[in-house]
């Protein structure tokens, strides 16, 4: 393909994600195929000569989007969301056509530069603190991990990188019940292991960690030979929302000197309403680590998570490796693969900056607000329809509910709303009960949007009975 040829299959493509988005309504939201039958209309093997590229995208629309799953779609209220905005989406362009590898100040000065200045003006969206800085990472995933090995690497004296964990003690991590399962994978992949990621019961309306239970373990562990290295608080739990007492975390935290990190990757974003932080947020700024995600609820074209540091040391103690062939000539640079598990770094700060000045922090805060009282009044419909139930109350656009019935039921009626496609919804668990999550985040999803799901929901049901 010459560029000529490039540019015209762009303009085609461009035009067919217009009517794509604009036509989203009309599809169902979960892709309605069998297991294998993608597959299946696929060849075993590869072609041996070239292809024409109108051919290869009729392929794309015959085979391969039928077997997608629309996360655009304004009734998707599944998960959390993946937001992929139009000025977002158009930085990625940009992006994949430069093609640069920004891994280092040298190898793009303006990406890396570009994303500090981004990082900062999220810090000041989300009325972090001046001092902290920050990196984008892919997912939160990453910067957990990132925030682990620190932590593990803090509580060895940064000896775990060159001799191993042999012949250490135990150490431990702390969290509540209710994180993501992230935080089990970090542990895993950091070698401090499942066993020592010690889950504290949660209590309150916000299913808070118990933090007299978590003073407790640290305590017990002390005085067992153990060696605590860290805490992680969460904003906005995958499950039900939960969300910790910063404050009252920090404060036992502190009080054994251990770093702390922060799960905000949900409900970070809606901290650029100054409203929502008083509950929520009350103590953030004495966090070492705090992670958010642009590309859930802000808006940003995935992937995209922010990492900020309190303090940017001991991660780069830990992370930092730095080979001739790495080494960039010049005074206090910041290379920002050295911040993170990766080498290699997309330029991801495009985004946010197209992202805000685009859309300006006042409209991105009336989008979060919106969501958060459509969630609040579609859970009071539920509560009034007789046979179903609220489980747990709206954690700003999150909340749970139940029908009578049996796990087996809850799990019956999901699948029937998911099969039949007008909406799009997943199950989770309390107190070791299933029940129906519902959450309402999706960039252009309208109220109509929303309040339409309370007559999916109760005529699926009715199917059911």
Known sequence: MNWDEYAKWSKQIADWGAQYHKTLPERPVRAQTAQGEIAAQIPTSPPETGEDMAAILQDFDDVIMPGMTHWQH??????????????????????????????????????????GVTVDWLRQALGLAEGFTGVIQDSASSATLSAVLTMRERATGYTGNKDGLSNKAHMRIYCSTEVHSSIDRACWVAGIGQANLVKIPTQGGHHSIDTKALAAAIAADLAAGHIPAGVIAITGGTG??????????????QKYDLYTHLDAAWAGSAMICPEFRAPFWRGVDGFDSIVFNPHKWLGAQFDCSVQFLRDATPQLNTLKIQPEYLRTTGDALTNYSEWTIPLGRRFRALKIWFLMRSYGLEELRTRIRNHVRWAQELCETLRSMEGFAITSEPILSL?????????TDQQLLVDAINDDGRIYLTQGALLGRKVIRFQVGQFDTTRDDVMMSSDVIRQVWETLK
Do not use: H, K
């Open 74 to 115: 304004p009734r998707f209220f599944a998960y959390f969301p993946a937001n992929a905005t139009p000025p977002s989406m158009l930085a990625e362009q940009l992006v994949n056509t430069v093609a640069a590898q920004c891994m280092l100040w040298q190898t793009s000065p303006a990406a890396t530069e570009l994303e």
């Open 399 to 407: 909340f749970t509910f139940r029908v009578i019935g049996s796990d």
């Open 240 to 253: 039900i929302g939960a969300s910790d007492d910063l404050q009252s975390v920090l404060e036992v935290a």
